[in-house]
């Protein structure tokens, strides 16, 4: 089945020690997308890219970074974790961008910060 | 301002009873109205979406949601509820200012009684 991939499921990081989560889809979506959720919350968009177009949202902070390197892949990269960061890390992609298409989501990464 | 309102943070219905989550919106334009399902640690599944035309919409898994633009409602229905869809469950509007976004309510838990 086409799916969206999301490892690992669960990571473990210490303050300030750089993380990679990682994020691949086979449904070979032009978009995706990287959320973040905290506590049953709702997911708060932080980037996503349109094919190779990078679009960041205004509030997400410079700790966070993305890498696509292929339509397949997307990683998202916490430069200097603070303990604010934990929470789940959803991606998400769709076919296009606008009003029809909805969004698939992956299972998620819960992150801990210790 | 575009919103999306979910006035009940928990619903509560016995097995076999029919089941209503309640959404209401705000937009200026056309509203593209989604509905996310989430199991504990995973991520959104889609269950259905609202772009035109009939204002009842059928989804996966028994859902169906009911469009009223006079209301501003776009209510997650379902005739007869199961345990397993004890979950939190999200409704959503395209945003009309930035379209690859989804602007989410704040989510309603509901708990589904044997």
């Known amino acids: 089945d086409a799916m969206v991939i999301q490892n690992p499921r669960y990571q473990v990081t210490q303050f300030g020690k750089p993380v990679t989560l990682s994020c691949s889809q086979t449904?070979?979506?032009?978009?995706m997308y990287w959320y973040q959720q905290k506590s049953s919350q709702a997911p708060k968009l932080l980037f996503h890219?349109?094919?190779?177009?990078?679009?960041n949202e205004a509030d997400t902070p410079d700790n966070f970074q993305s890498r696509r390197p292929n339509t397949s892949f997307c990683f998202l990269d916490i430069r200097s974790p603070g303990l604010g960061d934990a929470a789940m890390y959803l991606c998400?992609?769709?076919?296009?961008?606008?009003?029809?298409?909805?969004?698939?989501f992956g299972p998620g990464t819960r992150l801990t910060v210790t | 301002a575009q919103s999306v309102a979910q006035p009940e943070d928990q619903v509560n219905v016995a097995e076999g009873n029919p089941l209503t989550v309640k959404c209401t919106y705000s937009?200026?334009?056309?509203?593209?109205l989604f509905w996310y399902v989430q199991y504990p640690n995973r991520g959104l599944q889609f269950l259905l979406k609202?772009?035109?035309?009939?204002?009842l919409v059928k989804g996966s898994y028994g859902f169906e949601a009911e469009f009223n633009k006079s209301q501003t409602s776009f209510h997650l229905k379902k005739p007869s509820a199961l345990v397993s869809d004890s979950a939190l469950y999200f409704c959503?509007?395209?945003?009309?200012?930035?379209?690859?976004?989804?602007?989410f309510g704040s989510g309603t838990r509901l708990l589904v009684r044997p």
């Open positions: 998400a992609t769709s076919r296009d961008r606008g009003a029809p298409y909805e969004q698939y």
């Open positions: 449904l070979n979506h032009n978009v």
């Open positions: 890219y349109y094919d190779k177009d990078f679009n």
């Open positions: 937009v200026s334009g056309n509203p593209y």
């Open positions: 609202y772009i035109t035309g009939d204002n």
């Open positions: 959503a509007v395209r945003d009309e200012d930035s379209s690859y976004k989804l602007i």
